[in-house]
């Protein structure tokens, strides 16, 4: 039987990546090889027939871990890398420099290289005009050449490979979910998640108390309309009957009210509720507590929210608002993916199932999706709420994309589109004609340049100041080590013409001691 791959008798090669370098075979032409894709997945399992089947012609270690997950990620977006081009350079038979540019338009060498990754393939052709095979067959043979490569390649023994595999996944994947401390766009899609799921608790569970404390204190539900100061009440008042004058501090502190305060005393007088147990109470009580907890802890997520908005997208929230941009980041699944889409695509984000409805029914499609909680398309007539919610929409493709590309965050650009949105309101409304776009950008990168001029003549002025001060510093120092050195000489000779004065003395007094001693 002749097998399918050896038509013409092409030399067949087959590129091998593995955690540790690059291998290249070459592929004997046996009937296992042009037998079916079964027959080829029993083969490649057993070593002996392996062997038959490929030979071992060459192999490139990555010279480090960093070289190694440059090549992974290079290879897994479809680029060739200059180590692996000259590798193959290496290693494949070459071709004739005068037919190079014919088989390079053809795309056929004098022989064929199997490839696992198709846009690695398509690459190498293009770049190399070399035939790239890659096809089941290319799966199974790189499956058991990956199995088996230890017995071909005898200096990585398999618990190298293991480990070489082990941390390059590891590497791979800590590249892959790099955390980013300036965009954290992941903790801003979870803190808007949660904050919806917990409105939607909030009103449920708000609902439950006023309706469960409202048998025994209805007339509260007229007084405290907030849900939140409702739950307050209600687990500050618990019996109505208890409720006397000592306890206005307490409803005047809720309510930030007197008048408020002694209403909600007087209708506990005058209350028609039924009395409750006080284990009735005490759920009550306990189930209302959760809620102002829940509702406090509402409060400390928006306001982080907030601040990573403010962090992560200062120009989106400062042009939309921290919700609305926060939602449109969720939607899009990142920062960087609401910046890569068209304005017509973020007018509509959140409107998906109305707009192929339209398509499908050939009705109107919808005019806006999640940017209509913003503000802008509230205030705006129904006349005009698509055309300034097209308008808004361009403004937030471009407030994400000098969010999510510049170096620099300020929310400087944030403020300036959104006058431009007032403008274009004011437009609607009176007719007056807005400033251009282009004019409100070179505006802001003229100001935004001046600020980072006088910061830097600043911090020069406070580096000249601080070099002054360290001069007068070292002259003082200086100034004071010569007054110690004067000081020392001075107490040094007043030390020796005392001693010198003292020797005098002494031998003095030894010479009038002869002489009496002589007399």
């Not at 190079?100 to 005009?129: D, H, T, Y």
């Not at 618990?159 to 979910?177: F, G, N, P």
């Not at 048998?215 to 409702?230: C, G, S, V």
């Not at 209509?372 to 055309?387: D, E, L, M, V, Y």
Request: net charge positive.
């Amino acid at each position: 039987r002749v097998p399918s791959t050896a038509v013409g008798m092409a030399a067949t090669f087959i590129l091998y990546e593995a955690a540790s370098g690059f291998g290249l075979f070459e592929l004997k032409f046996s009937e296992d090889i042009g037998s079916s894709l079964a027959e080829v997945q029993k083969s490649v399992t057993e070593l002996n027939r392996l062997s038959k089947m490929v030979k071992f012609k060459a192999f490139m270690p990555f010279t480090s871990a960093d070289d190694a997950l440059k090549n992974i990620n290079s290879l897994t977006e479809g680029v060739m890398t200059e180590l692996l081009k000259d590798f193959l350079e290496t290693n494949l038979p070459k071709i004739d420099a005068n037919k190079k540019k014919k088989k390079k338009k053809k795309g056929k060498a004098g022989f064929q290289l199997m490839v696992l990754e198709k846009k690695l393939g398509n690459c190498i052709r293009e770049v190399m005009g070399i035939q790239v095979v890659s096809d089941r067959k290319v799966e199974e043979l790189t499956r058991g050449i990956r199995e088996h490569f230890h017995h071909f390649y005898k200096k990585l023994r398999p618990e190298d490979i293991h480990q070489t595999q082990l941390a390059l996944s590891h590497s791979y994947s800590r590249c892959k979910v790099k955390f980013n401390v300036h965009r954290v766009d992941n903790m801003i899609i979870q803190s808007i998640s949660l904050l919806d799921h917990i409105d939607k608790d909030l009103n449920t569970f708000a609902m439950r108390v006023r309706e469960w404390y409202g048998w025994h204190f209805p007339e509260l539900i007229k007084i405290a309309e907030d849900n939140y100061m409702f739950a307050r009440l209600a687990h500050f008042i618990q019996h109505k009957e208890r409720l006397s004058e000592e306890q206005l501090p307490g409803l005047e502190n809720i309510l930030m009210d007197a008048g408020r305060a002694k209403e909600v005393l007087e209708a506990a007088r005058k209350s028609m509720g039924q009395e409750l147990s006080e284990i009735d109470m005490l759920n009550i009580s306990m189930f209302a507590k959760r809620v102002v907890a829940l509702s406090e802890y509402r409060k400390n997520l928006h306001d982080y929210l907030i601040k990573k908005m403010n962090d992560c997208a200062p120009n989106l929230s400062a042009l939309i608002g921290e919700q609305v941009g926060a939602r449109l980041i969720s939607k899009a699944g990142s920062l960087t993916n609401l910046a890569k889409y068209p304005a017509s695509t973020v007018q509509i984000l959140g409107a998906e199932k109305a707009l192929f409805r339209a398509m499908k029914t050939k009705g109107n499609t919808p005019k806006y999706g999640l940017i209509f909680h913003s503000t802008f398309i509230g205030r705006a007539q129904p006349k005009n709420k698509g055309r300034i919610s097209r308008y808004l929409a361009n403004k937030c493709s471009i407030a994400s994309r000098v969010d999510c590309f510049s170096e620099e965050l300020t929310n400087k650009y944030g403020l300036k589109l959104r006058d431009q949105v007032e403008e274009r309101l004011n437009f609607y409304r009176t007719g007056q004609t807005p400033r251009k776009n282009l004019d409100v950008m070179a505006e802001v990168a003229a100001e935004l340049e001046s600020e980072a001029k006088e910061a830097k003549d600043q911090k020069e002025g406070d580096d000249n100041s601080t070099e002054k001060k360290k001069k007068k510093k070292r002259k003082r120092d200086a100034d004071s080590d010569e007054k110690i050195k004067k000081k020392k000489k001075k107490s040094d000779k007043s030390e020796g013409s005392a001693k010198k004065k003292k020797k005098k003395k002494d031998k003095d007094s030894a010479k009038k001691k002869k002489k009496k001693s002589k007399e």
